[in-house]
C-alpha cells in the first residue's frame, strides 16, 4: 500500500505474516486505529485499553505488552508530522487447522505507520449518504474493533460511486449504528444523542473522548436508540474517529443540517488533546 | 500447524503474506476445504462452483483460474492418501488503507495441503451440544464461506470444554443454522428437513451433495426454516461437510435419535462419489 513508513511483526521489522495465521484464516484478532501528530499517538492509552478489553472479550491471551510498547516506539521515531499508526492482534498460529482457538502458539502483533495527508474541505460539514447494507443487530461481537470487517468493507464498495464523505450504517432492526469508519452524534435541544454499542457497531475511542469531554463541558449526552427519522429531526449532526477527529455533518441525503455550536466547542476542545 | 504438507501463496511455495494483505487486515476474501482422497479432490467442481459465485456475490476480481488450477494440481501431487486442501481467494494488498476496495492489485490466492486422520468412532453417531453464542439473522454474506469466521471460533472455543462432537448453532431470531462447521439435516417422516442458507450459515458443498443425492435417490428433502423444538421433534439426524461427509446424530442434548436408514443409504452412496 502506498504511505506505508514501516511495518513490524512482533517485533521484526518488514516481516511477512505465516499464511496459517488465524487473523488471515478467520479474522481472528482485533486493531486499532491511531493519530500521530508531531510524533505523539493521540489517546494512546484509550487505544490500549480497549484492545485489551477486547483481548479479553475474545479470550486471546496477550503477555507481549512491553514488545508491543516498544514496537510503538520504534515506528513513533519513524513518524512525519502527520501519521496513522496501525495495531493488530491475532491469535497467531494454531496447532493445528480448524475453528477451535486451541493455544500453543503465542498471539501475534502487527505495527505499522502511515503517513497521512491533513484533512482538507470539511470545515463547512460534510455529505453523508445511507448505506443500502444493513449490519446484523444483534451482533456477539458489539463494540468490538475486531477483524470481522467484511460488513464495512462491501459498504464502501457500495459507497465508492457516491460523492458523499461516509455511509451511515443502519442495522437489520432500522436503527441508526454508525458510519462505515466512524461513529456519529446527533445534536438536540442543545444535548447529544449517539447510539449505544452493546448490539451493534463499534465503541469507537473519539466516541469515548466525545462523551468525556462533552461531561466536562456541561453537555448533556447519553446513548439512545436512533432511527433514520431522528437523524431528520435533529438540529445538527457530526461524526467522530481517530483519523478525522469531530466532523460536522451538512447532509444527510436531502436533509440539511445547520451548524452547531456544541460540534464546534467539542471539535475545538478536542482538536488540542493528546491524551 | 501440524500436519501441513505444503503451502503455495500465488504460485510460490512456502511464502508468507504481506502483512497488508486484506484478507488478514478486514478478512476480506473466501475460503474452500476440500478433502482428499487417494490423491483426488473430492467434488472439486463444486467447489471451484462456490468459489466463483462467492467471488462474484463480493466483487473480487480473480482471473487467476488456470494458476490457482496448477496450484492446486502440483498440492495434489504430493497428498498423503487422506489430506484436506485448503484454497483462500484474498482481494489482495490494496492501493491503500482503508475499508474501501480500491483495486490496483491482484486478488491473491493461497492453497495449502494438510494431512488428515480417518474419522473413527462416529459410525453409531455423534453427540451435538446447542452453542450459546447466537448468528445474527439476517447476515448480508449467508450462504458465503468467508473469512469473517469469528463467530464459529468462539462457539468452538465454548465448546472446547464439552465431549460433543459439533455444536448446533441457533440464529439470533431462534432458528437451527447448521453446526459449527458443518450443516445439518433433520430425518422426518421419510423426508429430509434442512435450513434455508439465504439469510444465515453457509451453503456447504456436501450440503449441495446431499439434496442431489437425495433428488437422484427419490428421498423427499425441502429447504424449511427450523427451530430446536423441530429437532427434538425428528425421528433422526445427521450433518454434513466436505471433511465428515455424512454423519449420524445419535444425541443433542438429552434427546436421543434412532439409526436412520435414510441418512446411512445416503452416506454409504455418497461415500463413493468424487464428483
Known amino acids: 500500500m502506498s504511505g506505508l513508513r514501516g511495518l513490524w511483526v512482533d517485533g521484526i521489522e518488514g516481516a511477512p505474516v505465516p499464511a496459517d495465521d488465524r487473523g488471515l484464516q ?19 492509552e484509550l487505544h490500549l485499553g480497549r484492545l485489551e478489553r477486547g483481548l479479553a472479550r475474545l ?10 510498547r516498544a514496537d510503538i516506539s520504534r515506528a513513533l521515531d519513524r513518524a512525519p508530522p502527520l501519521a496513522i499508526l496501525k495495531l493488530i492482534i491475532t491469535r497467531g498460529t494454531a496447532e493445528r487447522r480448524g ?8 498471539a501475534r502483533h502487527i505495527v505499522s505507520l502511515w503517513s497521512a495527508a491533513p484533512l482538507t474541505g470539511v470545515e463547512q460539514g460534510v455529505e453523508l449518504g445511507v448505506a443500502q447494507l444493513r449490519l446484523p443487530e444483534p451482533s456477539p461481537f458489539a463494540g468490538l474493533k475486531h477483524l470481522n470487517r467484511l460488513e464495512n468493507v462491501m459498504a464502501a464498495a ?9 455511509s451511515l450504517l443502519l442495522s437489520t432492526a432500522g436503527h441508526v449504528v454508525s458510519g462505515i469508519a466512524c461513529n456519529c452524534f446527533l ?14 457497531g463499534v465503541a469507537g475511542v473519539m466516541r469515548q473522548v466525545v462523551l468525556r469531554e462533552a461531561a466536562r463541558l456541561g453537555i448533556p449526552a447519553r446513548e439512545q436508540v436512533l432511527e433514520l427519522q431522528d437523524v431528520f429531526e435533529s438540529d445538527a ?24 455550536d456544541i460540534a464546534l466547542r467539542l471539535r475545538d476542545a478536542i482538536e488540542v488533546l493528546d491524551a
Not at 187 to 200: A, E, F, I, N, W
Not at 237 to 260: D, K, L, Q, W, Y
Open 26 to 44: 478467520y479474522g481472528d484478532g482485533l486493531f486499532e486505529t491511531i493519530l500521530v501528530r508531531n510524533g505523539v499517538a493521540r489517546f494512546l
Open 59 to 68: 479470550s486471546i491471551p496477550f503477555v507481549d505488552g512491553p514488545r508491543l
Open 99 to 106: 475453528y477451535a482457538p486451541t493455544t500453543g502458539s503465542p
Open 158 to 166: 457500495e459507497a465508492m460511486a457516491s460523492p458523499a464523505f461516509e
Open 187 to 200: 445534536v438536540r435541544s442543545g444535548g447529544l444523542l449517539t447510539p449505544p454499542v452493546d448490539r451493534v
Open 237 to 260: 449532526m457530526f461524526i467522530t474517529n481517530a483519523r478525522i477527529g469531530v466532523v460536522p455533518v451538512r447532509r444527510v441525503r436531502e436533509h440539511v443540517f445547520g451548524m452547531s
